[in-house]
């Protein structure tokens, strides 16, 4: 174990067990450990200070996630616990409030006696960390339709979560020709649109398309507008609106008939409002009427709004 101490550490006995301690002089707190965490993704990690864990009681293998296999491994004098969706779950639980989702995990202590004592004076660890996402987003697009679009990042503090929205247009019903750079799209021409979330699960989260609208100028609350999508489904007075795909993976899709704002604009600007949704609640897929165009009543554990704006 000493061979492995850093120039921050110093080998010591401590209980009949060998360890790297602190070194003195530093400023420690033993309550948090020098706890780091990272969080992308479905990915996150948690990081403790050896030495400082050594000082109070506990060594490297008798730590782990919630899942016991799911031990820490040793970086530069700190032990790093990690989960992901990729086959390391450990033990972690997704949950969600109305406006965050949630992976959490814990790294908790192996009680070492084995005897048969009804009492134990060995101290245990338990700390709980979450890689939190937000469920609403605002971003824009601002331009003459173009195939990159527009995005926008947000961290949080807690847990640092980041995703990423995009609106993206295309040339077909099959959604493989995105347009590249400033077009110009011809009056009554069908247009082919993706809303896409990246860097969340998509077998654990998808995305719905909440509403849809077009305004004549770059402002999402722009008095003059056309309602393409209303309550997820179809505006029932613009028959050439079809919503394509929603709340069934984290990209939805929909389509609708090139127009413009007579006498105010040749261009108008798109806008979306939408929400994630946790696919394990088996609520997220739409059901519109083909008739009426109206939305079959259901419930969703949470619901947010999240605005995304593309010009045409």
Known sequence: VCDT????????????????????GQNLNHEIFDAVESCASSTGSMSLSRCQLFESGF????????????QGTLEDGRLVFQFDNEGHICGTILMSNRTHFIYQNSIQSNLRSTGQS??????????????????????????????EGGEMSQELPAGQGTYRIRMIPYHDAEFTSPFDGEV???????????????????????????????????????HIRWSLITRECPNPEDGTVEV???GIDTTSHFSFRMFTFT?????????????????????????CDPGYRR???RSLDFHHSSAITMGL
């Not at 060995?122 to 173009?146: A, H, K």
């Open 118 to 147: 009804i009492i134990s004076r060995e101290r245990w660890l338990n700390i709980t960390f979450s890689c939190v996402y937000p469920l609403i987003q605002t971003l824009s697009m601002p331009m003459g339709i173009q195939a």
């Open 59 to 70: 060594t490297p293998e008798t730590l782990h996630l919630n899942d016991p296999s799911c």
């Open 184 to 222: 110009e799209i011809q009056v009554n021409q069908q247009m082919y649109v993706a809303v896409e979330v990246e860097g969340v699960d998509r077998n654990q989260i998808a995305t719905v398309l909440d509403n849809c609208w077009a305004t004549p100028v770059n402002d999402i609350d722009y």
């Open 263 to 287: 006498g105010i604009s040749d261009r108008i600007f798109l806008h979306c409002q939408v929400h994630l949704c946790l696919v394990q609640n088996g609520r997220c897929a739409l059901s």
């Open 295 to 297: 939305r079959k009543r």
């Open 5 to 24: 101490c850093t120039e921050n550490e110093v080998c010591q006995e401590r209980s009949g067990v060998n360890g790297c301690a602190c070194l003195d």
């Open 244 to 246: 394509l795909q929603n």
